[in-house]
T-cell receptor, first 117, second 113 residues
Framework: AQSVAQPEDQVNVAEGNPLTVKCTYS??????LFWYVQYPNRGLQFLLK??????LVKGSYGFEAEFNKSQTSFHLKKPSALVSDSALYFC???????????????FGSGTQLTVLP | KAGVTQTPRYLIKTRGQQVTLSCSPI?????VSWYQQTPGQGLQFLFE???????NKGNFPGRFSGRQFSNSRSEMNVSTLELGDSALYLC????????????FGPGTRLTVL
């Protein structure tokens, strides 16, 4: 079965500093990986995805993520954090060769990012 | 393009009642998935519909059901509500079943008293 781990419940970073939100995954095949962000009382907003190709994926609002197959990781990064980046971030994985409900997105537990002014 | 819309945004019900939530996908998207989000359990998959057929179902009791109409709009129903059903219910749409990106609506906040 596929799974996602976000080892940090909370990440604090000063505005202007680089940020990293960690994600590791487990799937039986080649993973499809996604990052979503959730602001209070809102749905999930898509940031970026990795399907195949370049290990460095660029997404919305200056975010990027690096796929590392040997470490089974897909960490979210941004060179310079903004206060407005403060939100709940979810990593998700889908195993394209699975069947049934296993083909659905499996989400991590979420990481609350707080950018301090 | 308009995004995924969900109605109502907020609902308050009492135990034992039933509730119906509605989701309109992005135009051209034929797959709709439903998720339950709670502080304790996080995001959990409920079910997925494509072409009016349920394709996948998560590990939820039979009190949770859904359907999809010919215009791809979807509804989910929860009968005999329990306090533990209080959650944010999220709908997501994608063009086809499988590997496309899912785009989420704003959610329906259900409170069961």
């Amino acid at each position: 079965a596929q799974s996602v781990a976000q080892p940090e419940d909370q990440v604090n970073v000063a505005e202007g500093n680089p940020l990293t939100v960690k994600c590791t995954y487990s799937v039986s095949g080649n993973p499809y990986l996604f990052w979503y962000v959730q602001y209070p009382n809102r749905g999930l907003q898509f940031l970026l995805k990795y399907i195949t190709g370049d290990n460095l994926v660029k997404g919305s609002y200056g975010f990027e993520a690096e796929f590392n197959k040997s470490q089974t990781s897909f960490h979210l990064k941004k060179p310079s954090a903004l206060v407005s980046d403060s939100a709940l971030y979810f990593c998700a994985v889908r195993d394209p060769i699975s069947s049934g409900s296993a083909r659905q997105l499996t989400f991590g537990s979420g990481t609350q990012l707080t950018v301090l002014p | 393009k308009a995004g995924v819309t969900q109605t109502p945004r907020y609902l308050i019900k009492t135990r034992g009642q039933q509730v119906t939530l509605s989701c309109s996908p992005i135009s051209g998207h034929r797959s709709v998935s439903w998720y339950q989000q709670t502080p304790g359990q996080g995001l959990q998959f409920l079910f997925e519909y494509f072409s009016e057929t349920q394709r996948n179902k998560g590990n939820f009791p039979g009190r949770f059901s859904g359907r999809q109409f010919s215009n791809s709009r979807s509804e989910m129903n929860v009968s005999t509500l329990e306090l533990g059903d209080s959650a944010l219910y999220l709908c997501a749409s994608q063009r086809e079943v499988g590997t496309d990106t899912q785009y989420f609506g704003p959610g329906t906040r259900l409170t069961v008293l």
